[in-house]
């Protein structure tokens, strides 16, 4: 039961926040770099937020200083605070759990289904 589930998508008007959160199952949540992708539409899966196993945080240009990433231990779920949303943000959201550091598209082990942020201008 190696899955991850994101949730938390839908359309948002520019300027506004939306949260995502990824739930894991069949993981040893400590053990696992976690990381969400990008997808906007015809384009490739980019890397846009990451959290280490042992701590620390990876965020991309193009959201450093508007997105969060950040783990719930209790609840399992590895979150995506999204503020100040643009219109280039819209795309399939994907959360991705292995090894890589940062979190490489060929490199890690484990992803999500994704879930869709529309971002409306």
């Known amino acids: 039961q190696l899955q991850l589930v994101e949730s938390g998508g839908g359309l948002v008007q520019a300027g506004g926040s939306l949260s995502l959160s990824c739930a894991t199952s069949?993981?040893?949540?400590?053990?696992?770099?976690m990381g969400w992708f990008h997808q906007a539409p015809g384009k490739e899966r980019t890397l846009v937020a990451a959290?280490?196993?042992?701590?620390?945080?990876y965020y991309s240009d193009s959201v450093k200083g508007r997105f969060t990433v950040f783990k719930e231990y209790i609840k399992t779920t590895v979150d995506l605070e999204m503020n100040s949303l643009k219109a280039e943000d819209t795309g399939v959201y994907y959360c991705?759990?292995?090894?890589?550091?940062?979190?490489?598209?060929?490199?890690?082990?484990?992803w999500g289904k994704g879930t869709l942020v529309t971002v409306s201008s």
């Open positions: 959290i280490r196993r042992l701590g620390g945080t």
């Open positions: 069949g993981l040893t949540f400590g053990s696992y770099n």
């Open positions: 991705t759990a292995g090894t890589g550091w940062p979190p490489g598209y060929s490199d890690m082990d484990y």
